[in-house]
Structures are given as C-alpha cells and as structure tokens.
C-alpha cells in the first residue's frame, strides 16, 4: 500500500538516525516533500516517510496545566517537569504543578485522571496532542422558543430569550459554566447537537 501525503499532513521521517515527526509545508509531483523542520532547502521522497501517529486528545484542564508550567519553567524544562509531574502520579503523590515560587498547586480531580491515563499523556506531551472540545449546551428554562437562558456580555447581565446567538449575546454554555451559575440549572441543559434550526 503506497500512503499519499499532501500539504499539512504529519509524518515521520528518520533523520540523523531518529525518528522524527514533522509536517509537510509544499509537494512537487506528488512523489517529493519539503518538510517544515530544518533543513528546509531538503526534499524527501515519499518513500521515505511514513504517517505521524494521531496526536492525543487532551482534556482542557490539562493544556492550561501545561502551559502553566511552561510559563514558569523554560520550555525545554517545562517538558521535563511535566512527564515527572505525570510519572510520580499516583505513587503516593498527587497530581501537582509547582509554580514559581515554589508553592504547589494541586489540580484537584486531576489524579485518578493522569493515573488512568498515564502514558496517553506522556505521549502527548512528547509528540503533541490536541485538546478535546468541551461539550456546549443551552440552558432551556422555560417550555417554548424564548426560554432560553442568554447572557450579555456587554452589560453581564443574564435575560430569558431565543437561543439565537447575536453579536454580544452569549446562549451556549459549558458544563462547568451551568453549575458554576447554579447546580440546578443543569436539569434544564440541553445539548446544542440535540436542538434542531
């Protein structure tokens, strides 16, 4: 079976005797490929290349821990701290960031996550991951078109109307945004796929 890459598409390529993962930037005869990491002026042919493995899906609160640590470590040590962060997990130690001045954070429910997940994040970590996509709903309080609970950003202030989304008015809500209003709210959430045009 012969792969067909095209622009923008993650491989691997051995380079200086490892394995890298890389992206193609341009494609000449649909055989030769330029590849984004230095050195660009080189062409690889296509049988030199073989598909990245699909990046990890990562939960969002684990992208803002990361970038957490990387604005308190350098980047190449932030990478560090995190796969320690991720490996003592579970071994008598919570999940935790330590910030810059040296306090812990501790990122609650954290735990039994990276536990569970362990080497799904190590791997995320050391090739990439893209961040699962939190789960959107309106909040229908009342039994007709104009129940639902919108909010306007300009005056922060919450009112009862369609679900229609105008500029400045906010109808779409996270999970953690419903129970962070009032736990009971969510009783009235209804996911954004399920409601039809």
Not at 17 to 38: R, S, W
Not at 57 to 67: L, R, S
Not at 77 to 97: E, M, V
Not at 102 to 121: I, N, P, S
Request: hydrophobic share 35%; net charge negative; glycine share 6%.
């Amino acid at each position: 079976m012969t792969a067909k890459f095209k622009v923008g598409d993650r491989v691997q390529v051995i380079r200086d005797n490892k394995v890298e993962i890389d992206t193609i930037i341009a494609t000449q005869n649909g055989t030769m490929h330029q590849l984004d990491k230095e050195p660009r002026n080189c062409w690889v042919d296509e049988w030199q290349l073989a598909p990245a493995p699909a990046l990890v899906v990562v939960p969002q609160w684990f992208d803002d821990a990361y970038k957490e640590v990387i604005e308190y470590n350098w980047n190449e040590y932030a990478q560090k701290a995190l796969l320690h962060f991720i490996a003592r997990t579970g071994f008598g130690n919570q999940f935790s960031i330590v910030e810059s001045d040296g306090t812990q954070q501790y990122c609650e429910g954290a735990t039994d996550y990276v536990r569970e997940h362990r080497f799904d994040l190590i791997r995320a970590v050391l090739d990439g991951y893209t961040v699962e996509k939190e789960a959107l709903y309106y909040v229908k309080v009342l039994n007709h078109d104009l129940g639902y609970l919108n909010f306007y950003t300009g005056a922060g202030e919450y009112f009862i109307d369609s679900r229609k989304n105008d500029d400045g008015i906010k109808t779409q809500y996270t999970e953690t945004e419903i129970k962070a209003l009032n736990e009971k709210l969510w009783e009235c959430a209804v996911p954004v796929e399920e409601v039809s045009e």
